[in-house]
């Protein structure tokens, strides 16, 4: 399985508070990436940290305020400490939403995106990458400028922390593997959009 060589490169990770963000933040470090940790629980970004400085990694963590005049100058300090984002995976939208608000949830999501594009604009190559559930009933957010590279991944349901054994739902550290598979292609040859989902397995004969 190919991964990407992101050594001396930064990869912003929103969402890396929730069991997929997480597991991609975890890929990123492992093949050498600086790691921008981004989302709105600081102690599940804290704990993540711990995690990754004990694997001789050195993220960063940024909480993403909720007031939205105060998330670009957030996204900008985190890029002026790490140096230019090369790679930008939105994964808020694999979040557990409030059961009360999914849809102003995934619409969230597809807001910071459009404040990360202010952020990473004109300041050099950028792969982009967009988490987005199939049951979301929103298009996926489109790129401001069609000749950067970004694909979307959607899914079905992904396993959140609270599930013991989602039978039904992708194991995060596979999302991590599809994410990591796409980077690690060149970008001319990478979908604009792909889908993931859980492969049954078939029962051997006599079972």
Known sequence: MSKPNTRHRTALVLGADNPAGRSIAMMFSRTGANVVLAGYDA??????????????????????????????????????????YHYVVNALAASDPPSDQPQAWVETASQLQKHVWEVVEGRGSVRFLILWPDNAHLPVPAVPDERLWHCAVRYDRIQLESEDNAGDAMRAAGVADTVGQLLASPASACPVEVRIAIRELKSRPGE
Do not use: C, N, S
């Open 43 to 84: 102690d599940k970004l804290k704990i993540l940290a711990d995690l990754i400085e004990a694997k001789k990694g050195d993220p960063l963590v940024t909480v993403i305020p909720r007031e939205k005049d105060r998330i670009i100058p957030v996204l900008r300090a985190a890029r002026e400490t790490m140096g230019h």
